[in-house]
């Protein structure tokens, strides 16, 4: 493809960061001013340097962790959670990778089933959860807030504990959390979604994270 096309400048050709065009060779530039996702796709399988969509991004995770992880919702899928395929999709998109060949043929085969008269009418039969209600959207819509909230409540216990090394406990932890902020709910309620957090987090890891095992192990240390 080079030189068989003028492209102008490459610090302006859309969704390239600053820096790429001093990695990419002349092949990588042609096909990154065809589309830029491409380009920078092609540059990272050459010399491991890989660029994202936004002009400052730059993807630094592995391809080791981001197969394990997309194995984690090949898992989910393979167990009936259809709505994985497109948070693997999602991934891919982040990290500016090719679709894996289960995931392009998966999704591929969902969206025929939309797409043929006869068969599934509604996209949200096809990328379905049984942790989210397709048939009440008000139930829907707070399992999402419910998610949304356990993720902040995770992640200001985790950052209190490791801060405040007075805190020997999960319950400490999160009564501590739910003095601090005004998150509105009880501590029955926190310590459920801190945990569903947990639980979703550790499939995506090599070993379990557990905010009461973090905590068991510093009453230990504090009594030896």
């Known amino acids: 493809m080079s030189g068989t096309v003028d492209y102008g400048d490459p610090k302006d050709w859309p969704g390239l960061m600053p820096g790429f065009e001093n990695v990419a060779n002349d092949e990588e530039r042609d096909l990154a001013a065809l589309e830029p996702a491409w380009g920078k796709a092609a540059t990272f399988f050459r010399t491991g340097h890989r660029f994202g969509h936004p002009r400052t991004s730059t993807r630094c ?5 981001i197969y394990r992880q997309l194995g984690v919702f090949k898992t989910r899928f393979e167990a009936g959670d259809t709505l994985s395929l497109l948070q693997a999709v999602r991934m891919c998109a982040e990290e500016n990778l090719p679709l894996p060949t289960w995931l392009a043929t998966a999704f591929q085969s969902a969206m025929d089933r939309f797409l043929q008269p006869g068969q599934t ?12 209600p397709s048939s009440s959207p008000s139930k829907a819509a707070q399992v999402k807030i419910d998610w949304q909230l356990g993720g902040r409540l995770y992640h200001e ?45 550790s499939q995506f890891l ?6 009461s095992r973090f905590l068991a192990k510093r009453r230990k240390l504090m009594t030896e």
């Not at 996209?123 to 959860?129: G, N, W």
């Open 206 to 211: 090599d070993k379990e994270i557990s905010l």
């Open 61 to 65: 995770m592995s391809l080791a962790d």
């Open 121 to 132: 009418h509604s996209l949200d039969q096809v990328f379905a959860s049984r942790s989210i």
């Open 157 to 201: 216990a985790w950052s209190l504990a490791h801060k405040d090394e007075t805190v020997k406990s999960f319950d400490m932890a999160v009564e501590r959390v739910l003095a601090a902020t005004g998150y509105g709910v009880g501590k029955t309620k926190a310590k459920a979604l801190i945990l569903k957090i947990e639980r979703n987090q």
